[in-house]
């Protein structure tokens, strides 16, 4: 079992930046693909960027130029930072846990950000 607990939304001006936090209970990140996804109010959820166990980080062609991820091993922490915050950026973002054989995929609960002036 794996917790996984996001942080670090909130409110922000067209332009700005933010940097969300997810917290996993457990050293996983070895045999696990850690993501980023987000769901826009009436939208489907949509993936935002991936950080495998090998560290390889991809993002969606929506947000690529504008997002890193990244992860703290030590620390079981993945961030996502978002740069130059769109009002379409509005959205749940949500941590998952994909594991690289077969199992169970594991999400957070999300946290909201919303961009507005």
């Known amino acids: 079992q794996v917790q996984l607990v996001e942080s670090g939304g909130g409110l922000v001006q067209p332009g700005g930046s933010l940097r969300l936090s997810c917290a996993a209970s457990?050293?996983?990140?070895?045999?696990?693909?850690m993501g980023w996804y987000r769901q826009a109010p009436g939208k489907q959820r949509e993936l935002v960027a991936t950080i495998n166990s090998s560290g390889r980080a991809n993002s969606a062609d929506s947000v690529k130029g504008r997002v890193t991820i990244s992860r703290e091993n030590g620390k079981n922490m993945v961030y996502l930072q978002i740069n130059s915050l769109k009002p379409e950026d509005t959205a749940v973002y949500y941590c998952?846990?994909?594991?690289?054989?077969?199992?169970?995929?594991?999400w957070g609960k999300g946290t909201l950000v919303t961009v507005s002036s």
């Open positions: 457990r050293n996983i990140f070895s045999i696990y693909t």
């Open positions: 998952n846990a994909k594991p690289n054989a077969d199992g169970m995929d594991y």
